[in-house]
C-alpha cells in the first residue's frame, strides 16, 4: 500500500490529538484502520468528521499530502453502513466519487481496500485508457462505491450500464484540479443525473479551493460547511524550498550535479514537455542514474508499471508531466526537483507536495531558466515567500556523459520529413533529382511516425511522391481515429492511398469524331 498516513509522534503538526474510536464508527472500519496502523486523526480528518458523520455536507481545504482521502473514505464508508439498502438492483451506484487523473483514480481505489478491507463494501474502479470491456462487467451487482474519472463515468451512464437513482453519497476530489483539465461541464452533466443535494451526502476536498469551485459547491450541495486547515503558508513548512538560475544549457548537468551531490533515496523530477522528459530521461540512464518517464501517452498499464516499480525503489528518479502533480501517494520521496517551473503557481504546490507528506520533511529545488523564470514572481506571490537562492558553482555542474545518436528522441518529426523541409529550402539546383520510382511507405513506418504524438494534436503525413515531383497536394490525416475500435479498415486505406502512385499525366482518350453521315 502507498499509505495514506503514517504513525508520527503526538508534537508532529501532521496529527491531531483526536483519535479515531473517539468517534460513533462501524467496527468494521475501525478494525481496517488498526491493522493498517492509523490510530489518530489528521487535523483535516479531526475537523471534517464531525460534520460528515453527522450528514452534514462538508467542503475541505488543507495542503497536500494531509489526509484528505482518508477523511472523505471513513466519512463514506459510515454512511453506507449506516443507511444499508435492502432493495440495491444491479448497476446501482451508492456513492460515486470523482477523480480529474487516472492515477489519483487509482489511489483513491487502493486506500478503499485497505481502509474498507472489513466493511463488506465493494468498490468498482473505471478509468479512460484500458481494459474498456473488463471494467464494464464489474456492475453485475450493486455497488457500493464507484471510483472514477468523468468521461469513463459518462460513458457507461449513457449506455446504461448503471445508474445514480439510489446514490447516497457524492464525493469531488481535487475540484479545482478539474476546471484546469475543462471537466466542468461533465461534472455538472453528472451532478444534474444524481439525486437532490439534500437526499445525499456530498463532500468536496482539495488543496486549493477557488471561486469557481465554491460556486460548484453551493450549486449543488446542501449548505455545505467550509473547513480549512490554516496554515502560515500555503505550501508545506516542513518542505525546503530553493531555486537556482541556470542557462537552458546548464540545466541537465545541473541536475545530474545535484544528483550525485545530494543523493536523493527517492526523487521526482517534474517538466512541463513531453520531449524534455525523454531528453532528461536519456541523459540520466547515461550518467548511471536509474530513472524513468511517465507522461500522458504513455500506456496505463505501463505508467502503473513505472509507478510502482519507484514506489519499490527499482528506480531512483521518476520523471513526469504535471500528469503525475496530483494524487501521487508515494512514500518516502525525499526531493522534488522543478526542471522547469509550472505556468501555474498552483500546479507549484501539488508538485512539492509530492514529498513532505504526512508530516515528513523534504526538499524541493526549482531551476528558474530562460524559459521559465518569469513564472517566479507570481509562485513567491502565491506561497507567500521568496525562495532562497542557490549559486551555481563549478561542482554543481559535472562533466557528463551524452545519450549516443537514437538514445533520446530528437523531435516528434520523422527524419524524412526534417531531410525533407530542408532540401526544400535550398535552390533549385542544389536539389537532388527527384527518384523515378515512388517511395513505399510502409504501415509500420507510418504508425511509428505519428504515434509519439499526441492524440490531440493533427498530424500532416506527407507522401513522399508528391514532396518529390511537387506535383500532388498533401493529405491531412487525423490520428485521433487510430486509437478507436473497429478502424483498421479505414487505417489500412490510408496507408494504400499513401502507396498508390501518382496518377499524373494520363492522356485524355477521345471518341473518334461521328461523321454527320453515320
Known amino acids: ?64 499530502g494531509t489526509g484528505k482521502t482518508g477523511a472523505f473514505l471513513v466519512a463514506a464508508f459510515q454512511h453506507l453502513l449506516s443507511q444499508p439498502l435492502v432493495d440495491a438492483q444491479p448497476g446501482s451506484v451508492r456513492c460515486l466519487i470523482l477523480a480529474p487523473t487516472r492515477e489519483l483514480a487509482i489511489q483513491i481505489a487502493r486506500d478503499a481496500e485497505d481502509l474498507g478491507k472489513y466493511t463488506g463494501l465493494n468498490n468498482v474502479l473505471v478509468y479512460g485508457g484500458a481494459a474498456y470491456e473488463k471494467q464494464r462487467q464489474q456492475f453485475t451487482q450493486a455497488v457500493d462505491l464507484l471510483i472514477g474519472t468523468p468521461g469513463r463515468v459518462i460513458d457507461y451512464w449513457k449506455q446504461g450500464v448503471f445508474d445514480f437513482k439510489q446514490t447516497q453519497v457524492l464525493v469531488l476530489d481535487e475540484a479545482d484540479r478539474m476546471f484546469d483539465m475543462g471537466f466542468i461541464q461533465d461534472i455538472r452533466f453528472l451532478l444534474r443525473r444524481l439525486p437532490e443535494p439534500t437526499e445525499r451526502l456530498n463532500m468536496l476536498f482539495s488543496a486549493t479551493l477557488s471561486q469557481k469551485v465554491l460556486e460548484l459547491a453551493y450549486e449543488h450541495m446542501n449548505n455545505p460547511v467550509p473547513v480549512k486547515i490554516e496554515t502560515d503558508s500555503v505550501s508545506a513548512d516542513n518542505i525546503s524550498q530553493f531555486v537556482y538560475f541556470p542557462a537552458n544549457s546548464e540545466k541537465i548537468p545541473l541536475l545530474v550535479g545535484l544528483m550525485n551531490t545530494l543523493e536523493p533515496q527517492r526523487a521526482i523530477v517534474f517538466v512541463n514537455t513531453k520531449h524534455s522528459a525523454e531528453r532528461i530521461e536519456a541523459y540520466l540512464k547515461v550518467n548511471d542514474i536509474k530513472a524513468a518517464m511517465i507522461s500522458g501517452d504513455v500506456r496505463q498499464s505501463k505508467r502503473e508499471r513505472y509507478l510502482k516499480d519507484f514506489a519499490e525503489g527499482r528506480y531512483q528518479v521518476l520523471i513526469a508531466t504535471d500528469v503525475a502533480a496530483r494524487g501521487l501517494h508515494i512514500p518516502a520521496v525525499s526531493h522534488v526537483f522543478n526542471f522547469d517551473l509550472p505556468q501555474i503557481a498552483e500546479d507549484y504546490v501539488h508538485r512539492i507536495g509530492r514529498t513532505a507528506r504526512a508530516g515528513a520533511s523534504g526538499e524541493a529545488h526549482s531551476f528558474a531558466c530562460e524559459d521559465t523564470a518569469f513564472h517566479l514572481p507570481e509562485i513567491e506571490d502565491y506561497i507567500g515567500k521568496a525562495l532562497p537562492v542557490v549559486a551555481i558553482g563549478p561542482e554543481l555542474l559535472p562533466e557528463i556523459q551524452r545519450p549516443q545518436r537514437g538514445q533520446q528522441q530528437r523531435s516528434n518529426t520523422p527524419h524524412n520529413e526534417r531531410h525533407d523541409r530542408e532540401q526544400r529550402k535550398k535552390p533549385h539546383h542544389e536539389r537532388p533529382a527527384a527518384p523515378k520510382q515512388p517511395v513505399v511507405v510502409e504501415p509500420a513506418q507510418l504508425v511509428e511516425a505519428v504515434l509519439p504524438v499526441s492524440v490531440q494534436e493533427e498530424v500532416e503525413i506527407t507522401e513522399s511522391v508528391a514532396e518529390a515531383t511537387n506535383s500532388q497536394p498533401k493529405r491531412k490525416v487525423s490520428i485521433a481515429h487510430m486509437f478507436e475500435e473497429n478502424n483498421l479498415e479505414r487505417i489500412e486505406h490510408e496507408v494504400e492511398m499513401a502507396n498508390a502512385p501518382a496518377k499524373r499525366n494520363q492522356p485524355h482518350h477521345r471518341r473518334p469524331a461521328q461523321h454527320k453521315g453515320d
Request: aromatic residues 16%; charged residues 20%.
Open 1 to 64: 500500500m502507498y499509505g495514506l498516513w503514517y504513525a508520527y509522534d503526538m508534537e508532529n503538526l501532521y496529527l491531531s490529538a483526536t483519535r479515531f474510536d473517539s468517534f460513533t464508527l462501524d467496527e468494521g472500519i475501525l478494525k481496517s484502520l488498526n491493522e493498517a496502523g492509523f490510530e489518530y486523526c489528521s487535523r483535516i480528518q479531526a475537523e471534517t468528521l464531525p460534520f460528515a458523520l453527522n450528514g452534514q455536507d462538508i467542503t475541505g481545504q488543507a495542503q497536500t
